[in-house]
């Protein structure tokens, strides 16, 4: 279907016997869409009762994931993205987000840290999955981010206080002299 971000590795995936499908949305926090009829070209699985039944078992099952060298969870929680999002575009979404749990420092292959970058996962419906993380970047966006600023007019030192991103327009706009009327965040004064 047009406009969805499907990885090119999920290529293979017959979609044709698939209950569900990732979405690339990014590492922090995974999507996973269900293979609806009536919404997907090739869709299995009926809206109404069934579809909310899948959420469910797909919720529970990912749960129960562990690391299996830590046995920590590795995933942090599953939600339905209708009951965080609304709008006229929300079928263009993953039907669940899965936050994954980031408790165990996971190296990669990829960028040249191959220590703990042989993961072995597991639960009781998989059993054990093992593979090699060979992501090539050493980090992702994550909510409670990281902010350096520096100029002439910044004040050195670091804030006791979370900023809002909401907070970095009116900043912005402020520094260059313009009024930004209606903004939904304020002006941070140590930037400034």
């Known amino acids: 279907e047009a406009g969805l971000a499907i990885a090119p590795h999920l290529a293979a995936i017959d979609a044709a016997r698939s209950k569900f499908f990732v979405l690339d949305n990014g590492f922090p926090v995974?999507?996973?869409?269900?293979?609806?009829?009536?919404?997907?070209?090739?869709?299995?699985?009926?809206?109404?009762a069934e579809f909310t039944a899948v959420c469910t078992t797909l919720a529970e099952d990912l749960l129960d994931i562990v690391n299996a060298r830590t046995g920590q969870?590795?995933?942090?929680?599953?939600?339905?993205?209708?009951?965080?999002?609304?709008?006229?575009?929300?079928?263009?979404?993953?039907?669940?987000?899965?936050?994954?749990?980031?408790?165990d420092v996971l190296g990669s292959a990829g960028c040249g840290n191959p220590a703990q970058s042989e993961l072995t996962v597991r639960s009781n419906k998989i059993g054990e999955i093992s593979g090699t993380n060979t992501y090539p970047r050493t980090g992702d966006h994550h909510p409670q981010g990281l902010l350096v600023a520096v100029g002439p007019r910044v004040v050195p030192g670091r804030l006791e206080r979370t900023l809002s991103l909401m907070d970095l327009a009116p900043t912005f706009t402020s520094a260059l002299g313009i009024e930004l009327p209606d903004a939904d965040g304020v002006a941070v004064g140590e930037l400034l």
């Open 30 to 48: 995974s999507g996973l869409r269900v293979n609806l009829k009536g919404r997907e070209p090739q869709g299995l699985v009926a809206p109404g």
């Open 73 to 103: 969870p590795m995933v942090k929680s599953v939600r339905r993205t209708e009951e965080i999002y609304s709008g006229p575009h929300l079928d263009r979404l993953p039907d669940l987000l899965i936050e994954w749990s980031g408790k």
